[in-house]
């Protein structure tokens, strides 16, 4: 398992930096000798200021090895939001999950803990329209009925519902006590969820250190029907970092080909930004761009996680 394609865009060719992406065909051809498991978790939440009540879920991955038992053995861990139409369980149930586990066969990626989110409210009654179109009840912004306060339920609800069950870093569930451990945690997102990725960064900053958003731009907290200028983005995403400036972090954004083209113009733009240094050394830079030549479809994510997982968490 030491062959592997190296996708590099030289400076000048599509944007003016390099960006280095590489592919792992055995994710989906190899078969794991290791293979984690996924258990469902039942929460609710209801901090969407509408006097409601939800009942939601998401999947846990715990990778070969966890042992509950073993308290000396921590995880990082990170978060996963799904695109539009999908839900929790595309990498958790069925026959997508030895791609999560072909990740961690060769041993180049340290385990980690995945936890499979969603901002939709009822992902399951939904189902018939939600893999339609994707216009259902969802807290992330893009319902006019509710709240955009799905940054509010990931750190109030889920963080403590994952973080506390399994052997994490965190012990204390507050808001203080998240914090204290942002080191060790990760969000990232394929399309819409790469667009929510960005809106993390912006809310969540001081809980997460880490980001991958993948095929999706910062809309800078804007319905996907208006347009966002690179000031906008710029003022939504320098927000945190000003008021947080000794807070390390990275990002390491990835996209595929033909639909990048909004997400290659706005990486250009973001990575001359003062607070941003372009590269992959994590003592150093704080920002990278993996680009690939797949097409749009969330089933990619674990041949982007290859690259970035290669990068997040490192250093701590």
């Not at 399951?124 to 955009?148: F, H, N, Q, T």
Request: hydrophobic share 30%; aromatic share 16%.
């Amino acid at each position: 398992m030491s062959e592997f394609r190296k996708v590099i865009t030289k400076p000048g060719e599509v944007i003016d930096f390099e960006t280095v992406y590489e592919e792992n065909p055995y994710i989906r051809t190899g078969v794991p000798s290791k293979p984690g498991k996924c258990e469902r978790l039942e929460y609710t939440t209801s901090v969407y200021e509408d006097g409601k009540t939800y009942h939601k879920y998401c999947y846990v991955y715990l990778p070969y090895g966890y042992d509950p038992e073993d308290k000396s053995k921590k995880y990082n861990v990170l978060y996963f939001q799904h695109g539009n139409t999908c839900d929790p369980q595309m990498f958790s149930v069925g026959g997508n999950k030895p791609m999560i586990d072909m990740l961690f066969e060769s041993g180049e990626i340290e385990p980690c803990i995945i936890a499979f989110i969603t901002y939709y409210m009822d992902p399951e009654g939904d189902y018939k329209e939600r893999v339609i179109s994707g216009m259902v009840p969802a807290g992330d912004g893009y319902w006019a009925d509710i709240k955009g306060n799905y940054y509010n339920e990931i750190v109030e609800d889920i963080i403590p519902l994952v973080e506390m069950k399994y052997n994490t870093y965190l012990e204390d569930p507050s808001r203080e006590g998240i914090k204290a451990t942002r080191d060790h945690r990760a969000f990232s997102g394929y399309s819409r969820g790469g667009v929510c990725t960005w809106n993390i960064f912006h809310h969540n900053f001081e809980y997460f250190r880490w980001y991958a958003p993948m095929s999706g731009h910062c809309r800078a907290g804007k319905p996907r029907t208006q347009p966002v200028s690179q000031e906008e983005a710029t003022a939504f995403l320098t927000t945190p970092l000003k008021a947080n400036p000794d807070l390390p972090f990275f990002i390491f954004a990835s996209c595929g080909n033909p639909d990048a083209e909004e997400m290659k113009i706005q990486m250009k733009y973001i990575t001359k930004i003062d607070g941003f240094s372009y590269g992959k050394d994590t003592t150093k830079n704080n920002i990278y761009f993996a680009l690939s030549d797949y097409y749009h479809t969330d089933f990619l994510v674990p041949y982007y996680y290859w690259n970035s997982l290669k990068v997040l968490f490192k250093g701590v």
